[in-house]
């Protein structure tokens, strides 16, 4: 009997047996149909010749005899009985019928003798053993597929356990995982049909384990970033408060006082706007013409580099790239990346947006010309600040969150052409709708 398990509704292993086992009984009951009716087509074929051949050699005879009144004939022969009839009424051509009599059944053949008197040699020959046979025939084919619908049952039994243990085996892998146990999944011993899967299980591993290390550094550097201020502030004050001071020295402790609390409602601000972006992640994709997007917010960003006393140059290609995203998160990352060019880049110097597309996706990136970076470090990582410039050090930090909630990978590297960095956005050929 099969387990509950095994019949669930959503089960697979019950669809694929349900369909392996329909398939194989229709091929069966086809093969057989065919099988018997080819049969039972061979030996009336057998019959009908050997009718024939009888009929032949009776009209043979008759022809050649002058002896003989044909219309007395009756022969008798075995398994047969030969004779001689007029029928105005049958085609001039050999033609049979069949008729039952004292139940049995018979078969007889009409051999045209002389078409002008409408006179045939007629054959019949009794065809109950055959017919018995063909029974016989019949019903043993039923009991063979009988047993070989059994055995099939059996066998997709068996086969469809075969197929689900790489599934098995990666569930039973898969529910040991927790964030403080993150490997890799074996795909070595995978077939090679689960091979991708396996592979997009390590990568969707990886990307886990990035964003928990993040989020545990991002919760002690919130904790750190708020507190230190906070100390800083607090003992300023009473160190101001521990005698009478000028009051230059009170407005003073004051401003200091104000400016920290300035820094944190940024440093908030930029928490909260991790809490964003986590929503913009349940936004829906839409088809979005990326070329006309890019262009549209490049003109805001030439605006902002003017006022910087920058330039900044779009060499947008192709004329026009459809893609299905979600373009608040994707500007998240485009804004992040053009705004850090333009702070690092000096004055007089040019930021560049370019955009081209490659067989496997499409690419843009934002060139500046400014000292470069240390690629030996982590640029994405939290409260991570790099460089001579302010800041709270969130920025990349959000631009990789968004990135993996698109689907896109991001990075940056030191040109290779001049001085300054190139950051990259790479979407896959998986979001594309069109391309013209």
């Known amino acids: 009997m099969l387990s509950k398990k095994i019949l669930t509704k959503n089960s697979i292993r019950n669809k694929f047996i349900l369909q392996l086992v329909v398939a194989s009984v229709a091929l069966i009951v086809i093969f057989s149909t065919i099988l018997f009716n080819y049969i039972k087509i061979s030996i009336y074929e057998d019959i009908a010749g050997d009718l024939q051949q009888t ?83 019949l019903k043993n084919i039923f009991i063979i597929n009988l047993i070989t619908m059994v055995f099939i049952i059996f066998y997709a039994l068996f086969l469809s356990q075969i197929l689900l243990n790489p599934i098995r085996a990666l569930s039973n892998r898969l529910s040991r995982l927790n ?40 919760f002690i550097g919130i904790a750190h970033e708020l507190k230190t201020p906070l100390a800083v502030m607090k003992t300023k004050n009473e160190v101001t408060l521990i005698k009478q001071r000028e009051p230059d020295r009170y407005i003073e402790a004051l401003k200091l006082s104000n400016k920290t609390i300035d820094d944190m409602n940024k440093m908030i601000s930029n928490i909260l706007e991790i809490g964003r972006q986590e929503g913009a992640q349940f936004e829906k994709p839409t088809e979005v013409d990326l070329v006309a997007f890019i262009k549209e917010h490049a003109n805001n960003f030439k605006l902002l580099a003017k006022n910087e006393k920058k330039e900044l140059e779009i060499n947008l290609k192709p004329e026009s790239y459809v893609v299905k995203t979600q373009t608040t998160l994707l500007l998240h990352i485009l804004q992040n990346f053009v705004q850090n060019a333009i702070k690092f880049t000096p004055e007089g110097k040019r930021v560049t947006i370019k955009t081209y597309n490659k067989d496997n996706g499409f690419i843009i990136e934002v060139i500046d010309e400014g000292d470069g970076i240390d690629e030996s470090k982590d640029l994405f990582a939290p409260f991570k600040r790099f460089g001579k410039k302010s800041g709270t050090g969130l920025g990349l930090f959000l631009a990789k969150g968004a990135a993996d909630a698109i689907g896109a990978t991001i990075e940056i590297k030191n040109r290779k052409d001049a001085k300054g960095a190139k950051a990259t956005i790479f979407l896959p050929f998986v979001n594309f709708c069109e391309i013209v």
Not at 203 to 214: A, G, H, N
């Open 55 to 137: 009929a032949r050699f009776f009209s043979s005879s008759l022809r050649n005899s002058n002896d003989i009144d044909i219309f007395r004939i009756d022969q008798n022969i075995p398994n047969a009985k030969v004779s001689v009839t007029v029928r105005p009424d049958l085609p001039k051509k050999i033609s049979y019928e069949q008729f039952e009599r004292y139940g049995r059944h018979f078969i007889k053949l009409y051999y045209p003798l002389n078409p002008k008197n409408f006179t045939f040699v007629s054959v019949v020959k009794d065809i109950s053993s055959t017919d018995v046979l063909l029974q016989k025939i």
């Open 179 to 218: 964030e403080n146990f993150l490997e890799h999944i074996d795909i070595d011993d995978l077939p090679s049909e689960f091979m991708p899967l396996g592979q997009s299980i390590n990568r969707l591993i990886d990307r886990i384990k990035t964003f928990v290390k993040y989020q545990k550094e991002l």
